[in-house]
């Protein structure tokens, strides 16, 4: 029995929460463009929440932009699937299931761009949301007139000018875009190259006017770990669509305007929603807190023997560690008026619930693509706030930077630099490596050399007090307990 409308009646399993007639019958109120597991484990999940609780009331008209595979599945299943979540929240484990009715239709932009067209004219429409990969928003020359255009950008605008023609201008028609794309000010971003884009097709400046002041491109930060298609046998029915996603939400969205605020009304029914004037405080706790210290904890956990996060979760000394790495280091140095104390614990909180998800296997090896990168761009910054505030030594962060070190011993081989884990060797892709190797020929100096190289840091590490003098006691330390020297 595959999922559908008609078979609702017969899922009967308590585990399942299921959709009303009322839901499955609501106006359109959104365009999406993609199907990805993110855009329906996070956006969808929470208008169809909204939905049951009957406060937003609208669905979803999703735009496949993408040539790989095609809309069958969803027209099967009447466009319902299920979310399977499951994971740890406050400690304690999480299981629910829920079978989504957020979305009535699922368009090709190759083969029915026509029809998306024809949704810009209903007045029910008040919001674009899309997630086309950091790819997708990019500046583009495209011909609007296409069918459809190639870019992101260019579907966006053909779309817009169509509503604009479609209500002659009113500007209280404008719509409500966000972008969940994860690049930095996505949505100035996207408006800057709609805006270029319209310039570039030599459209009326008055349809340029109308695109910058009664379109909200609203600046937004998401954060669910939606591990892509999932099967569970046990609720009694077949869901080619089915997802799993962990507990936690974040979908941070930012705007002054209350009417904005006013459309967005799914944000009143889950804390995960946050319609805020600055995303800054998210995306700082984000990135420093579970990006960071995921990052400066991939190595020690990898030299550890460990494969997974969760396996190395399961370990106390571990454990301990990260979560005096997360609530003590990097939340000091990143405490300040706008990131309280409670942000930040509540916060750390939820990452560590996060990492011991037993349902999740991410693997470090994964954490460690482009692992230089990520140190520059995730903690650098952290051992620069945290020595504008203390002249301690912040010995678990060094401690972080000294297993990336040690694992950045490598061995060479046709090109490529291999770890020396013993049982779990595998091919260090970064753009250092090769650098990073070369400072390894010469070990008395490599600890310094490497931390001393603005060329890879921005900054000397080396000139912080007391930084390279903890780093090179962490490397003897973990050097030693793995029975070697430096």
Request: hydrophobic share 40%; net charge negative.
């Amino acid at each position: 029995m595959y999922l559908n409308h008609k078979n609702l009646v017969s899922i009967t399993s308590a585990t399942v929460e299921k959709p009303t007639e009322k839901v499955l019958n609501l106006p359109e109120k959104v365009i999406q463009f993609g199907t990805g597991v993110l855009l329906r484990g996070l956006p969808d999940y929470f208008i169809d929440k909204a939905n049951k609780k009957g406060v937003f009331n609208g669905r979803v008209v999703v735009v496949k932009s993408t040539s790989s595979g095609g809309v069958d599945a969803f027209k099967e299943q009447n466009n319902l699937y299920t979310t399977c979540i499951k994971g740890i929240s406050k400690g304690e484990i999480v299981e629910e299931n829920i079978i989504n009715a957020s979305i009535s239709r699922v368009l090709s932009a190759r083969e029915q761009w026509n029809e998306i067209l024809a949704t810009a004219a209903s007045t029910d429409i008040e919001v674009i949301i899309s997630n086309t990969t950091e790819a997708g928003i990019v500046e583009s020359s495209d011909n609007i007139q296409d069918m459809p255009p190639a870019s992101f950008p260019g579907k966006l605008l053909s779309y817009l000018y169509a509503r604009y023609k479609a209500f002659n201008g009113d500007v209280t028609k404008g719509l409500i875009i966000l972008p969940t794309e994860l690049i930095s000010n996505n949505g100035d971003v996207l408006k800057q190259y709609t805006i270029s884009l319209a310039k570039k097709n030599n459209l009326e400046d008055t349809f340029i006017q109308w695109l910058t002041s009664a379109n909200s491109f609203c600046n937004t930060l998401v954060d669910r770990i939606v591990p892509g298609a999932f099967v569970d046998e046990s609720l009694g029915y077949k869901d080619d669509l089915m997802i799993m996603a962990e507990p936690f939400t974040l979908w941070a969205i930012e705007t002054n305007d209350p009417k904005v605020k006013d459309i967005l009304s799914f944000a009143s029914v889950d804390t995960g929603v946050v319609v805020t004037p600055s995303v800054y405080k998210f995306k700082e706790l984000k990135l420093r807190l579970l990006n960071g210290s995921h990052t400066l904890t991939c190595a020690y956990a990898l030299l550890q023997g460990f494969v997974t996060v969760k396996e190395a979760m399961e370990n106390v000394s571990f454990k301990t560690f990260i979560e005096e790495l997360a609530f003590n280091e990097i939340g000091q140095a990143i405490e300040s008026e706008e990131i309280t104390r409670t942000d930040i614990n509540d916060f750390a909180g939820s990452v560590i619930d996060r990492f011991s998800n037993p349902f999740l296997a991410h693997k470090w090896e994964a954490i460690s693509l482009n692992y230089t990168s990520k140190m520059v761009l995730r903690n650098v910054p952290i051992v620069e706030k945290w020595y504008s505030k203390s002249e301690d030594t912040p010995k678990h962060i060094a401690t972080g930077f000294a297993a990336y070190i040690i694992l950045m011993d490598t061995e060479k081989s046709e090109g490529k630099f291999f770890t020396k884990l013993k049982g779990n060797s595998f091919a260090i892709q970064d753009d250092q490596a090769g650098k990073l190797y070369d400072y390894w020929q010469n070990e008395d100096t490599v600890v310094k050399n490497i931390l001393a190289d603005q060329a890879i840091w921005g900054v000397d590490l080396t000139s912080f007090p007391g930084f390279l003098e903890e780093v090179q006691a962490q490397v003897n330390a973990i050097k030693k307990e793995n029975k070697t020297t430096v």
